[in-house]
């Protein structure tokens, strides 16, 4: 069995004080660093960074299924974008894992840094998104360029449950 | 109104009345209009008859009063008038319900003025002192004709104490005292009808001090004395007695007419409100009855005050406003006595009994003008914490006299003759009360069968017993229905109930014609249910079917009950194939009324986590149990090192007793005895001693510890155990019965009857097994195809089965029953069996089969469940559109169950289905496939051997067989199963061999070791990882490791797949429905789209719904349905421009359209046809005509494709 230790991470607080105040609008959003993306998450979903889990790795499943976490009783699976990007797995000991949601409907994602808090009103709109797999395109709703990296918006749900299917 | 006629008045009184009917009507008081008009016909009579002459003035002043008066106190005065105008000296020639139509049509005024008033507080129409004053002396007149000299004397006391106050100028512009006066001649009315209270409540009005009464006491008791007697001693007021005093006869005859004004004819339904009522009351009672001391008044107050609430608002729902208003005030009290707990005295509780009772007495003659005072008796009461002001109580008296015709009044109206959308609603009101909609929605399914089990057994011969159950339970429906305020099911099971009154009271069954009617209404009322619980849209043909029961309630009304069928009478188009359906239980023995335990309703939320958290506690026990053994081995390790110490302690003691080398020096030291003459003992002795006996005790504290493991683990298996049934229970709590699906499977089979013209029965056989919620709901897809397809393909025409002997209905039997952790559906038709011909014809057509090549008639079978076989030339609209039992198995093989057939030519055919229940718990074996940790369920495992017990060949086409005491089985390796790569020159040694049973034979599956076996709680992957061929799911192991937990034979049926390191789209599998027809429809309506949908479904449609012509026009650019349904008038493109927009789009312009709309006319239907419609459906549509229609356009579309192609 292989185990992935996780060394990382306090919870993520989203403190909404700690972003700037300009005048224009304000509308913060997690940003997680994926390969070459990154992936707007919304703060109005439950999100934590896991310390030390456990990644049970299972057999016959898409390769951008790591495995599985056991998150206080829920078994909760474990995607790595990088792989559905084609950037080949990352180094897990380098990476740290983003639960996002809870019970049941949490999924956790191999991020490369902490989650990081940006201003989607600050943003600029992406007229034309770099090329992605179809299997992401299909589920990327815009895209915003910020520190020269592209954030992708995604419809999160439909994205992991396609992901997430075998049939 | 001014009295700007006082000079006309002695000249031309007609003329005064007819202008104050002008003004009547200018007003918008038509009742009114009315009542003025007919004065003036009486008085015209009156100026006829010179002897009245000198009365008309004072007559015309009176009415001008009352017409005056009503403007204030519209509700009060409209009585008053009625008394008025009934007057025997007005002499108006109309009859009791003349009159008493003439009073509702005032009320409507009345109410209209109330709202005026309301709207506009207007002080300026309040009558005058002077007016009040006219009208006391009016009624003080009556009150002597009728002989109640002691009302006489009240009212002249009354006017006298008005006319000082006027004289003294104290009631100058005292609103407060017109206000009072105001409810006088109501008061006087209800005295009229309940002289004991009604005595009370008149002196308890003189006592106000407004009044300024110059009365003492003791007058005031000597006066409600002489109310109280004169009244009773006088003038009888039981309705026997008035026509047993025939010598009394004016007033007698006045007394009746009196009680026939004020007694509201009493529908069912208002006394079905009333026992409600009364039942709530006493549910008061007993919590009042619980108080007996301080220490139980509190808790006895705070409960009544919560059943005084539940009163309250049942009281309101049944449309007893004054009640309600009344119970809120003792609700007030009940507040003040709970708050000031220490004055909470016997008194005080004897006070709300009374109340109580008062309200007991009153809620079963509420219809009699006079009983709301019962209600209102005796809450001016200083004993009250809040007694009722004055002016509350008389508004609430006027606000129950209302009522008392109202309640219950109109369900009573005349039957209605057609059904309208509102009749079948089953919206909710906005102000539905909760608590009372979930009573009903717990209790709904249970009455609903019922109901259907009894009309069933009506339909099959039945008696009178069942008629009574059936009137019962729709009696109930409909009493629960109307509380809660759901039309659609108050409306209907009141027709059915009046029908089945009817046959209840002539004696007579329905015949069939009546007993199909019921059948269909049971049928739609159990789709309500069904609808009102959210498990699917409303019945579509709701209106339909209450239509039929109205026309037949109508027939029953002006016809009586149809005579009972005999033999001879039963037209065969009478006949409705297909309904003589039964279940099993149905037909052996009787349903039981309403035996069940008290049921909770829980949110299904909440089971589920209760089941999570019981799943983890045994998954806890797991851990512990682990850590058990664990600490059991350390113990082991342990003690084998405590036996070495002992014995090294041993050796050592033994050395030092032997050599004794250091003991001898030591002893000599200055002694002077010799060693032999004494045992001398050194240090050295000591401590080794000291060491072998800790040695020893270690050992012991070692076995102890072993003792206290030992206790340990019973515990945590007891704990196991105990955990496991409580997961066990929670997983009960998910069970339903399949007799739940038993409506939906008998609606199914008299619907394609009706569309196959066949006769054919249901016999469900232990269907009140339970299973899993999910799987049930899973199955009732596959259960309805094969049951249409038995009708379709397997059941003759009943021509052909009486020339062959069988009976003329065939039948369908459908058996449940539980093997292991599986169900077993065996589903057998006494029809014609497989053609085997036909699929033989076909196989060969398709090329599957050479012509003339030689084939099993099990291999034959095999055809029928392959993809898009079908034996059928030609497909029907009930079951052969292209689906066959192919589809029923991929559909099963999905939910991981196994299909077979069985079939005799001739007599029949057996589906036999075996379905997977799912699992919480399962044996499994834990073992590595590289460098995975697997579980494996024990399912289909018949065998484990270890690998020396047969020998594994490898043969030329690279594939593995078994040979196993003269028997050879394919073999695979279950890394090969998994994908797992294995870069070994040559194949992995296997340390076991696993023989597993699936699809009819058995694999030999190769694996590494078992290296643990135990129960495991299987889990999700969670939301989002969808089915994972081979998985059951995943489990938590002892030391928190997680791994998959695989059913290998499922494993075995996967399509292979390639898992490669880089991304791959999600491999396709067999997917059913891709092969079902699909549809399109289009309304703007929720409901109309859900019906559809749900319809469509059923009948083996793939459907897709958009909600306007737009929104259709963006579906079909990536979507080619087979057919369109659509409604006519929607938002932002209707069905017209859409179905243009079809015939205009190259790809799509040879789609059949088929409009549904409520418009009739040849317009909109030429409008429609022009458009390029192909079908045209006014509504209600009938399920099947719409199936037909459907499956004509289809296959004329498809002949049309063919031919262009």
């Not at chain 2, 009240?154 to 005292?177: F, P």
């Not at chain 2, 008629?467 to 009493?479: D, F, I």
């Not at chain 2, 409901?1087 to 059923?1098: G, I, N, P, V, W």
């Not at chain 2, 087979?1122 to 790809?1147: F, W």
């Amino acid at each position: 069995m292989q185990k992935d230790e996780i060394k990382a991470a306090d919870p993520i607080r989203t403190d909404i004080s700690e972003i700037p105040q300009p005048e224009a609008k304000v509308e913060p959003v997690f940003g997680v660093r994926i390969g070459t993306m990154g992936i707007l998450v919304s703060t109005s979903r439950f999100c934590e960074v896991l310390d030390k889990s456990q990644v049970n790795v299972l057999p016959n499943v898409h390769p951008w299924i790591s495995g599985i976490v056991n998150l206080r009783g829920n078994l909760v699976p474990v995607f790595d974008l990088r792989v559905v990007l084609e950037e080949g797995a990352g180094d897990s000991k380098k990476r740290r894992l983003f639960a996002v949601d809870r019970d049941d409907k949490a999924i956790a994602l191999w991020i490369d840094n902490y989650p990081e808090i940006k201003n989607r009103a600050a943003m600029h709109i992406v007229q034309e998104l770099p090329k992605l797999p179809p299997v992401l395109q299909r589920f990327v709703t815009n895209g915003y360029e910020l520190d020269g990296l592209v954030w992708l918006d995604i419809k999160f749900e439909e994205l992991f449950k396609s992901l997430g299917s075998h049939q | 109104m001014k009295k700007t006629f006082k000079t006309d008045l002695e000249t031309d009184p007609v003329a005064v009345i007819e202008q104050l009917a002008d003004e009547s009507a200018q007003a918008g008081f038509y009742g009114l209009q009315d009542a003025n008009l007919i004065l003036v016909e009486a008085v015209r009579e009156l100026q006829l008859d010179s002897k009245a002459d000198k009365d008309i003035s004072a007559l015309v002043v009176a009415w001008s009063d009352l017409v005056e008066k009503f403007k204030d106190s519209p509700q009060q005065t409209s009585v008053d008038m009625m008394v008025f105008l009934r007057s025997p000296e007005l002499n108006i020639p109309m009859e009791d319900d003349e009159f008493t139509m003439l009073g509702e049509q005032i009320s409507s005024d009345a109410i209209t003025a109330a709202e005026a008033t309301d709207s506009d507080n207007s002080i300026s129409a309040q009558p005058s002192i002077e007016e009040h004053i006219t009208s006391i002396e009016l009624l003080a007149d009556q009150a002597a004709a009728d002989g109640l000299y002691g009302l006489q004397d009240v009212n002249l006391l009354l006017a006298e104490a008005l006319r000082e106050a006027i004289n003294d100028g104290s009631a100058v512009g005292t609103t407060e005292l017109i206000n009072t006066l105001s409810g006088w001649s109501g008061l006087i009315d209800g005295y009229r009808e309940e002289p004991k209270n009604g005595a009370l409540i008149l002196i308890d009005f003189l006592r106000q001090p407004c009044l300024t009464m110059p009365l003492g006491d003791d007058e005031f008791a000597m006066l409600q004395e002489q109310l109280a007697t004169e009244r009773s001693t006088n003038q009888p007021i039981d309705e026997h007695s008035i026509s047993e005093t025939a010598d009394a006869a004016p007033i007698a005859q006045d007394a009746k007419l009196n009680e026939e004004e004020f007694s509201a004819p009493v529908s069912r339904d208002a006394l079905e409100l009333v026992d409600l009522l009364l039942q709530a009351s006493e549910q008061v009672r007993s919590c009042l009855l619980e108080i007996g001391d301080n220490d139980s008044a509190l808790t006895g107050l705070t409960q009544t005050e919560e059943e005084l609430e539940r009163f309250a608002s049942v009281a309101k729902i049944a449309g007893f406003e004054g009640l309600a208003q009344v119970t809120a005030h003792i609700i007030s009290n009940v507040k003040r006595f709970i708050e000031e707990i220490e004055s909470f005295t016997i008194d005080r509780h004897d006070l709300l009994l009374e109340w109580l009772n008062q309200v007991q007495e009153y809620l079963p003659s509420f219809n009699e003008s006079s009983a709301g005072q019962l209600v209102v008796a005796g809450l001016m009461d200083d004993q009250w914490a809040l007694p009722m002001a004055f002016e509350d109580l008389a508004n609430i008296l006027a606000q129950i006299r209302t009522e008392s015709t109202d309640v219950g009044s109109q369900t009573e109206a005349a039957r209605v003759e057609s059904a309208t959308d509102e009749d079948v609603s089953l919206a909710l009101p906005s102000d539905v009360n909760q608590e009372l909609l979930d009573l009903l929605l717990q209790e709904m399914p249970l009455q609903t069968q019922q109901f259907s089990a009894a009309v069933q057994r009506l339909q099959a011969g039945g008696d009178q017993k069942d008629v009574e159950l059936a009137q019962r339970v729709a009696h109930t429906l409909k009493g629960s229905a109307n509380t809660v305020g759901i039309k659609g099911i108050a409306q209907l099971t009141h027709q059915l109930e009046d029908i089945l009154i009817a046959c209840a009271h002539e004696h007579k069954l329905p015949n069939r014609a009546l007993a199909n009617s019921l059948i269909n209404a049971s049928d739609c009322l159990e789709s309500m249910s069904e609808a009102l619980m959210g498990l699917s849209s409303p019945p579509a043909d709701a209106k339909t079917v209450l239509q039929d029961i109205l026309d037949w309630a109508n027939r029953i009304d002006k016809e009586g009950m149809p005579d009972t069928d005999t033999e001879e009478t039963v037209p065969a188009t009478q006949m409705i194939p297909g309904v003589t359906v039964e279940t099993a239980e149905v037909a052996e023995k009787e349903v039981p009324e309403q035996i069940q335990e008290t049921l909770v309703r829980v949110p299904a939320g909440r089971i589920e986590t209760l089941f999570r958290v019981s799943g983890e506690s045994i998954i806890l026990n797991s851990q512990a149990q682990e850590t058990s053994r664990r600490m059991r081995n350390q113990l082991k390790a342990m003690k084998v090192q405590f036996d070495l110490l002992q014995q090294l302690g041993a050796e050592l003691e033994q050395l030092i007793d032997l050599r004794d080398f250091t003991g001898r020096s030591l002893a000599a030291i200055g002694s002077g005895i010799d060693a032999m003459e004494m045992d001398q003992y050194n240090e050295l002795h000591t401590v080794s001693r000291r060491m072998a006996e800790a040695a020893i005790d270690a050992r012991e504290i070692s076995q102890d510890a072993n003792k206290e493991l030992d206790k340990m683990n019973e515990l945590l298996d007891e704990q196991q155990r105990l955990v496991i049934s409580v997961q066990e229970v929670v997983m009960q709590t998910r069970l339903v019965s399949i007799s739940t699906i038993a409506p939906r499977l008998q609606r199914s089979i008299r619907q394609t009857c009706r569309m196959t013209g066949k006769q054919s029965e249901l016999v469900l056989k232990g269907e009140n097994l339970q299973i899993d919620g999910d799987t049930l709901n899973a199955m009732v897809d596959p259960l309805m195809h094969i049951l249409r397809n038995a009708v379709d393909h397997g059941i003759e025409s009943e021509s052909e089965r009486l020339a062959q002997g069988k009976p003329a209905t065939g039948r369908i039997t459908f058996e449940f029953d539980r093997d292991g952790n599986t169900i077993l559906v065996r589903c057998r038709d006494d029809g014609k069996g497989l053609d085997y011909g036909a699929i033989r014809a076909a196989a060969e057509k398709r090329g599957l089969l050479k012509p003339g090549e030689e084939v099993s008639e099990d291999e034959l079978k095999r055809f029928i469940l392959r993809p898009n076989f079908s034996s059928r030339t030609v497909s029907t609209q009930t079951s052969g559109r292209g689906v066959g039992m192919d589809a029923v198995r991929a559909q099963i093989v999905n939910m991981g169950g196994t299909l077979t057939l069985e079939s005799q030519q001739g007599r029949g055919m057996t589906i036999e289905l075996r379905i997977p229940l799912p699992l919480s718990l399962t044996y499994a074996l834990l073992t590595y496939v590289g460098r995975y940790r697997i579980a494996i369920a024990n399912k289909g495992i018949s065998q484990i051997i270890y690998s020396a017990a047969g020998e594994v060949v490898s043969e030329h086409d690279g594939t593995e067989t078994l040979h196993l005491e003269g028997n050879n089985y394919p073999t695979v390796r279950l890394m090969d199963l998994l994908h797992v790569p294995d870069h070994r020159k040559v194949p992995r040694p296997y340390g076991a061999i696993l023989m597993v049973e699936n699809d009819d034979k058995t694999t030999a599956v190769l694996i590494e070791a078992i290296n643990d076996s135990k129960d495991v709680v299987i889990k999700g992957l969670g939301r989002y990882v969808g089915k994972i061929p081979g998985y059951i799911g995943a489990t938590i192991l002892g030391d928190g490791t997680v791994t998959p937990v695989l059913d290998i034979p499922e494993l075995l049926r996967a399509p292979v797949r390639s898992m490669t390191g880089v991304y791959t789209q999600p491999m396709e599998t067999f997917e059913p429905a891709s092969m079902l027809p699909t549809v399109l429809i289009v309304d703007d309506s929720l409901s109309q789209r859900r019906a559809l949908e749900q319809l469509l479904t059923d009948a083996g449609y793939r459907v897709r719904t958009s909600r306007d012509g737009i929104e259709a026009a963006e579906t079909l650019v990536n979507f080619m349905p087979d057919i369109v349904l659509t409604d006519l008038e929607m938002p932002r493109m209707n069905g017209i421009e859409l179905a243009s927009h079809i015939r205009t789009q190259e790809k799509i312009r040879h789609l059949p359209v088929i409009m549904i709309t409520s418009r009739t006319t040849l317009k909109h239907r030429q409008m429609a046809e022009e458009s390029g419609v192909d079908g045209y459906f006014t509504k209600p549509v009938r399920d099947e005509d719409l199936l037909l229609k459907m499956q004509n356009l289809m296959e004329l579309a498809a002949e049309k494709m063919k031919t262009s192609a």
